[in-house]
Nanobody, 120 residues
Framework: QVQLVQSGGGLVQAGGSLRLSCATSKRTFSSRAMGWFRQAPGKKREFVAAISDIGGKTYYADSVKGRFTISRDNAKNAVGLQMNSLKPEDTAVYSC?????????????WGQGTQVTVSS
C-alpha cells in the first residue's frame, strides 16, 4: 500500500508564496518519480510538475514554469512544491502523486489533496 501524506497549502494574496510537501515511504520515494497535479473548480485535473527518482530531473507545466519549483528532500522522503508569485488562477486543490514510469503526467498513487487559494 503506497501512502502519500500532504502538508501545506492555505490562503495567500496574489504575488505571495506557499509551500506544499508530500511524504511517503523510503522505498517509494527512492524508486519512483513523483509529481504534483491540481484541479480547479469546474475544470479537469492538470499536471503541474514532476521530478524523476534518479538525477532529480524536473518538468513543469508552462503555466507554472519560472514560478514553481519541485524538489526532493531525501532526509524526509518527501517531495516539495515551492510556489512563488502566485496568481488567482493558481487556486485549486493540489495533489501529489507517484508517477507512472512510462508517463510522468500520469499519477498512479495519490495524496489526500490540499486547498490552495490565491486572493486578488
Amino acid at each position: 500500500q503506497v501512502q502519500l501524506v500532504q502538508s501545506g497549502g492555505g490562503l495567500v494574496q496574489a504575488g505571495g508564496s506557499l509551500r506544499l510537501s508530500c511524504a511517503t515511504s523510503k522505498r517509494t520515494f527512492s524508486s519512483r518519480a513523483m509529481g504534483w497535479f491540481r484541479q480547479a473548480p469546474g475544470k479537469k485535473r492538470e499536471f503541474v510538475a514532476a521530478i524523476s527518482d534518479i538525477g532529480g530531473k524536473t518538468y513543469y507545466a508552462d503555466s507554472v514554469k519560472g514560478r514553481f519549483t519541485i524538489s526532493r528532500d531525501n532526509a524526509k522522503n518527501a517531495v516539495g512544491l515551492q510556489m512563488n508569485s502566485l496568481k488567482p488562477e493558481d487556486t485549486a486543490v493540489y495533489s501529489c502523486a507517484v508517477l507512472a514510469d512510462s508517463d510522468y503526467e500520469v499519477g498512479e498513487y495519490w495524496g489526500q489533496g490540499t486547498q490552495v487559494t490565491v486572493s486578488s
